[in-house]
Nanobody, 118 residues
Framework: QVQLVESGGDLVQAGGSLRLSCRQS????????MGWLRQAPGKDRELVAT???????NYADAVKGRFTISRDNFENSVYLQMNSLKPEDTAVYYC????????????WGQGTQVTVSS
């Protein structure tokens, strides 16, 4: 019954900003970790950022200082603010969630395309 619905992907010029949103429907009873992952054509899926229920965050080196992950526990939403975008940020971005005791994400959004032009 849990679903993640993403929005916010777009075409943007290098140096610009985008804010991705992902809203969770249904309830995950366990304490959850939520995250954003991305996959560029021909490349492996990359973990971009994670955030715990306690709002502890972790970022991939490639996005540190530029991206900010946040969540609203009451609204069951997670966001990714992306600033100073680079062409290499171009990818399909996925939001995901997992119970704290799981090693893998088990709930996934459909993916949203982010394209950064040079």
């Amino acid at each position: 019954q849990v679903q993640l619905v993403e929005s916010g992907g777009d075409l943007v010029q290098a140096g610009g900003s985008l804010r991705l949103s992902c809203r969770q429907s249904g309830t995950i009873d366990s304490i959850t970790v939520m995250g954003w992952l991305r996959q560029a054509p021909g490349k492996d899926r990359e973990l971009v950022a994670t955030i715990t229920a306690g709002h502890s965050t972790n970022y991939a080196d490639a996005v540190k200082g530029r991206f900010t992950i946040s969540r609203d526990n009451f609204e069951n939403s997670v966001y990714l603010q992306m600033n100073s975008l680079k062409p290499e940020d171009t990818a399909v971005y996925y939001c995901a969630a997992r119970p704290i005791h799981y090693s893998m994400f088990i709930y996934w959004g459909q993916g949203t395309q982010v394209t950064v032009s040079s």
